[in-house]
Nanobody, 124 residues
Framework: QVQLVESGGGLVQAGGSLRLSCAASGRTVSSYAVGWFRQAPGKQREFVARITSGGGTNFADSVKGRFTISRDNAKNTVYLQMNSLKPEDTAIYYC??????????????????WGQGTQVTVSS
């Protein structure tokens, strides 16, 4: 079992940056894939980025070139660095752990454990 706790959200102006953290406990974070998802009011939860156990990364087209994902094995933490933020990035951001290999790594159902989420608000 894994427990995930997100932090780092907040209010930022358009063009600004935030770094979200996903602190994991229970299992070494490098042993499974971690994804970031977001959900805006009235919208479905959507994939943002993921990092595999091997360090490979994937990003949604909407964040490519602006967001990066990284992992600190010593701290058992995954980070989502968000630059050039836009108002449409406003959402609750969740990190999730996937223990099963899946070609549908962009789907929320492919992930087994979820954090409680952290709010990101980008003002125009």
């Amino acid at each position: 079992q894994v427990q995930l706790v997100e932090s780092g959200g907040g209010l930022v102006q358009a063009g600004g940056s935030l770094r979200l953290s996903c602190a994991a406990s229970g299992r070494t974070v490098s042993s499974y894939a971690v994804g970031w998802f977001r959900q805006a009011p009235g919208k479905q939860r959507e994939f943002v980025a993921r990092i595999t156990s091997g360090g490979g990364t994937n990003f949604a087209d909407s964040v490519k070139g602006r967001f990066t994902i990284s992992r600190d094995n010593a701290k058992n933490t995954v980070y989502l660095q968000m630059n050039s933020l836009k108002p449409e990035d406003t959402a609750i951001y969740y990190c999730a752990a996937a223990f099963r290999s899946s070609n549908n790594w962009y789907a929320s159902w492919a992930y087994d454990y979820w954090g409680q989420g952290t709010q990101v608000t980008v003002s125009s």
